[in-house]
């Protein structure tokens, strides 16, 4: 007797702390919810300013609450998407309420500079609408710099600083580290760019990437350089100089060569922001003054042939003259974005019965169905779904990923095609769409990219490892076996490849590319021979890839949809819906908290070993053919 009650004492308090427990996750979870819905303002006030912070802006909208939560502060920092800015910048755009925008750009880690050339554009446009946009910042990348000049003023912190040292690509290299590991890749490719595999079979680049590379960030830089000349009335050869002389060292240097308009402490631009609300007249065009030869100063700039030269460079000077202060300035009435986006009117177009469906590849392209990046069943059940939906009158397919597995890009391919065949396929690349990332985006009828955008990389290599001799001399273990063939264990990563298993994996590198190849041709209607030229694994900006034809037109997400409306005819009536993965269970719930939070962490214990990091730790499941672009070229925007 004693036992069972006992048991039923223990049973008892099992039951009770799991409900307690239940009771307290969904207490959690919805006090979650309502700290991410909720707003501390009922309605849109008169002259408003609209504060758009950009430090939590990704391509993908943000499927899991978990992603949004800070682990070092339990804080929820609320994250939007390239659309929902875009979206929310164009209401405003005609809403009474607003106006203008206070621009923050946060610490700006996560946008790539397509979504901030797509933003810039929106921006643009808001401007033209009639209303003002003011920047501020303590420290400007140099990316979130060229952002920021799309704002009618400037600012900086008087101790801060703006970044204005020009654009470098660099790639780590791996072969040292696996020499003194004694392992050794094993590698078959087709293309004389496909340099995803030189980190593991060299200490530096190969004159072919090295041009490549040069290509790509000449490309971007001179993209950057002429929007903010013709922003800040500046010539590109003046930027260029201060760039080559590292002149902008300071705030100082800053506002005496034309980059900022004033150095001010936050409250300072609240109070500037309140001035502007009561005389609009104060954002005015400034006064070109008369240029003197006594402005002029001499650089020294070096030459292509080593040699150096001085050039005279003309010295914008600041116009310092004071704003006529407002006796009673208006207290400045700031919206954030959450709250606008909660708040903002309704207009027709998001009630339509037309549905223009948003589907996005994300990360590496992989088999599988993983939540995480683009696993090729996921992917193609996206695709059905919106292939099925017979509202759905158009897609756009929106890419930032430098490709993956050959075969998962294919089966992605072939659903693509089933997909078009019904409904128009409009592809808006965002910062990376190459290899892999190319190949899903060939069957379009409409390609967009942004001027920065990386693309192409048209090559294919196989990668393996032979971990043999690192297993026996490091460790002191070694591998043998049976086989009942010559070669049964191709493939192994414990022995070396002979000529005829080297021959083998060559001729499907030489397969898969021939049908990658065939894939563009079609798709872009080119000749194999054309789109070869153009392939061989080369990397190309959105620029040079607009030249030779790997994609239409310029342009961002905005753009596309707008496109796909137009070809399925519901130009006039239509509405936005993205197609993503839903949470499926608590389980799925906890995978992506557990997977947020653990990527957050890393990135904030390894820095800049994160990202080589993964790079490494990845290597067992990139063994196979790739069309991929593996290495990120990491090229520096001077954050």
Same mark, same amino acid.
């Given at each position: 007797?004693?036992?069972? =009650?006992?048991?039923?004492?223990?049973?008892?308090?099992?039951?009770?702390?799991?409900?307690?427990?239940?009771?307290?996750? &969904?207490?959690?979870?919805?006090?979650?919810?309502?700290?991410?819905?909720?707003?501390?303002?009922?309605?849109?006030?008169? =002259?408003?300013?609209?504060?758009?912070?950009?430090?939590? &802006?990704?391509?993908?909208?943000?499927?899991?609450?978990?992603?949004?939560?800070?682990?070092?502060?339990?804080?929820?920092?609320?994250?939007?998407?390239?659309?929902?800015?875009?979206?929310?910048?164009?209401?405003?755009?005609?809403?009474?309420?607003?106006?203008?925008?206070?621009?923050?750009?946060?610490?700006?880690?996560?946008?790539?500079?397509?979504?901030?050339?797509?933003?810039?554009?929106?921006?643009?446009?808001?401007?033209?609408?009639?209303?003002?946009?003011?920047?501020?910042?303590?420290?400007?990348?140099?990316?979130?710099?060229?952002?920021?000049? /799309?704002?009618?003023?400037?600012?900086?912190?008087?101790?801060?600083?703006?970044?204005?040292?020009?654009?470098?690509?660099?790639?780590?290299?791996?072969?040292?580290?696996?020499?003194?590991?004694?392992?050794?890749?094993?590698?078959?490719?087709?293309?004389?760019?496909?340099?995803?595999?030189?980190?593991?079979?060299?200490?530096?680049?190969?004159?072919?990437?090295?041009?490549?590379?040069?290509?790509?960030?000449?490309?971007?830089?001179?993209?950057? &350089?002429?929007?903010?000349?013709?922003?800040?009335?500046?010539?590109?050869?003046?930027?260029?100089?201060?760039?080559?002389?590292?002149?902008?060292?300071?705030?100082?240097?800053?506002?005496?060569?034309?980059?900022?308009?004033?150095?001010?402490?936050?409250?300072?631009?609240?109070?500037?922001?309140?001035?502007?609300?009561?005389?609009?007249?104060?954002?005015?065009?400034?006064?070109?003054?008369?240029?003197?030869?006594?402005?002029?100063?001499?650089?020294?700039?070096?030459?292509?042939?080593?040699?150096?030269?001085?050039?005279?460079?003309?010295?914008?000077?600041?116009?310092?003259?004071?704003?006529?202060?407002?006796?009673?300035?208006?207290?400045?009435?700031?919206?954030?974005?959450?709250?606008?986006?909660?708040?903002?009117?309704?207009?027709?177009?998001?009630?339509?019965?037309?549905?223009?469906?948003?589907?996005?590849?994300?990360?590496?392209?992989?088999?599988?169905?993983?939540?995480?990046?683009?696993?090729?069943?996921?992917?193609? =059940?996206?695709?059905?779904?919106? !292939?099925?939906?017979?509202? /759905?009158?158009?897609?756009?397919?929106?890419?930032?990923?430098?490709?993956?597995?050959?075969?998962?890009? *294919?089966?992605?391919?072939? *659903?693509?095609?089933?997909?078009?065949?019904? =409904?128009?396929?409009?592809?808006?690349?965002?910062?990376?769409?190459?290899?892999?990332?190319?190949?899903?985006?060939?069957?379009?009828?409409?390609?967009?990219?942004?001027?920065?955008?990386?693309?192409?990389?048209?090559?294919?290599?196989?990668?393996?490892?032979?971990?043999?001799?690192?297993?026996?001399?490091?460790?002191?273990?070694?591998?043998?076996?049976?086989?009942?063939?010559?070669?049964?264990?191709?493939?192994?990563?414990?022995?070396?490849?002979?000529?005829?298993?080297?021959?083998?994996?060559?001729?499907?590198?030489?397969? /898969?590319?021939?049908?990658?190849?065939?894939?563009?041709?079609?798709?872009?209607?080119?000749?194999?021979?054309?789109?070869?030229?153009?392939?061989?694994? !080369?990397?190309?900006?959105?620029?040079?890839?607009?030249?030779?034809?790997?994609?239409?037109?310029?342009?961002?997400?905005?753009?596309?949809?707008?496109?796909?409306?137009?070809?399925?005819?519901?130009?006039?009536?239509?509405?936005?819906?993205?197609?993503?993965?839903?949470?499926?269970?608590?389980?799925?719930?906890?995978?992506?908290?557990?997977?947020?939070?653990?990527? !957050?962490?890393?990135?904030?214990?390894?820095? /800049?070993?994160?990202?080589?990091?993964?790079?490494?730790?990845?290597?067992?499941?990139?063994?196979?053919?790739?069309?991929?672009?593996?290495?990120?070229?990491?090229?520096?925007?001077?954050?």
């Amino acid at each position: 007797m004693k036992f069972w =009650k006992t048991f039923f004492a223990c049973l008892l308090a099992v039951v009770a702390s799991s409900m307690v427990m239940w009771i307290l996750l &969904v207490m959690i979870i919805g006090g979650m919810s309502v700290m991410m819905t909720s707003t501390t303002a009922t309605q849109v006030l008169p =002259k408003s300013v609209l504060q758009l912070d950009l430090g939590r &802006v990704s391509d993908k909208p943000v499927a899991s609450p978990w992603s949004q939560l800070d682990p070092n502060t339990l804080e929820i920092i609320p994250a939007q998407s390239t659309l929902q800015v875009l979206e929310t910048l164009s209401t405003a755009a005609v809403d009474s309420n607003i106006e203008g925008i206070y621009l923050r750009l946060g610490e700006f880690t996560s946008v790539s500079g397509a979504a901030c050339e797509e933003i810039r554009g929106a921006l643009a446009e808001f401007k033209a609408s009639g209303k003002w946009i003011v920047a501020y910042e303590e420290v400007y990348s140099q990316v979130g710099y060229w952002l920021a000049t /799309v704002a009618d003023r400037v600012y900086v912190n008087p101790v801060g600083g703006v970044t204005w040292t020009g654009m470098a690509s660099n790639v780590m290299f791996y072969k040292g580290l696996l020499d003194k590991l004694d392992v050794k890749p094993q590698i078959v490719r087709h293309g004389t760019f496909k340099a995803a595999v030189e980190p593991f079979m060299t200490d530096r680049m190969s004159e072919a990437n090295r041009t490549q590379n040069q290509t790509l960030v000449n490309s971007i830089w001179e993209v950057l &350089v002429a929007d903010v000349a013709e922003s800040r009335g500046l010539t590109p050869h003046y930027l260029q100089l201060l760039a080559d002389r590292l002149t902008i060292d300071s705030p100082q240097a800053a506002l005496e060569y034309g980059l900022v308009d004033g150095l001010m402490y936050e409250p300072q631009v609240m109070e500037q922001m309140a001035q502007i609300i009561e005389n609009p007249e104060i954002l005015a065009p400034k006064q070109t003054a008369e240029i003197t030869p006594d402005q002029e100063v001499e650089i020294t700039v070096p030459t292509a042939d080593g040699e150096s030269v001085e050039v005279a460079l003309t010295e914008v000077k600041a116009d310092t003259t004071e704003v006529a202060k407002v006796q009673k300035p208006t207290e400045v009435q700031i919206i954030s974005f959450a709250d606008y986006c909660t708040l903002k009117p309704v207009t027709a177009k998001h009630i339509s019965r037309n549905k223009i469906a948003v589907i996005y590849a994300e990360g590496d392209i992989l088999s599988g169905s993983a939540a995480q990046d683009v696993c090729d069943k996921a992917f193609i =059940k996206l695709v059905r779904k919106a !292939r099925e939906d017979k509202a /759905v009158k158009a897609v756009v397919l929106r890419i930032n990923s430098p490709g993956g597995s050959a075969l998962a890009a *294919e089966q992605m391919w072939y *659903e693509l095609e089933q997909l078009r065949a019904k =409904k128009p396929l409009i592809v808006s690349m965002g910062g990376v769409a190459a290899s892999g990332g190319y190949y899903i985006a060939a069957p379009a009828d409409v390609i967009f990219a942004d001027r920065v955008t990386v693309t192409g990389s048209i090559g294919v290599f196989g990668l393996f490892f032979n971990m043999g001799d690192a297993l026996r001399n490091k460790l002191g273990v070694t591998v043998d076996g049976v086989k009942t063939s010559s070669h049964a264990d191709i493939g192994s990563p414990y022995h070396s490849m002979d000529a005829a298993e080297r021959a083998y994996f060559q001729k499907s590198v030489e397969d /898969v590319y021939v049908t990658f190849v065939n894939r563009v041709a079609a798709g872009r209607n080119m000749s194999f021979q054309s789109v070869d030229a153009v392939g061989e694994g !080369r990397v190309w900006s959105g620029v040079d890839a607009r030249n030779i034809g790997l994609v239409d037109e310029f342009g961002g997400l905005a753009a596309a949809i707008n496109i796909a409306a137009d070809r399925a005819g519901v130009a006039d009536d239509f509405r936005i819906v993205e197609i993503t993965d839903e949470l499926t269970g608590l389980m799925q719930l906890f995978n992506n908290a557990s997977a947020s939070v653990r990527e !957050r962490v890393m990135r904030d214990q390894l820095g /800049v070993l994160y990202e080589p990091w993964m790079q490494m730790r990845s290597l067992e499941s990139r063994r196979g053919i790739r069309a991929e672009m593996m290495y990120n070229p990491s090229i520096s925007i001077g954050d």
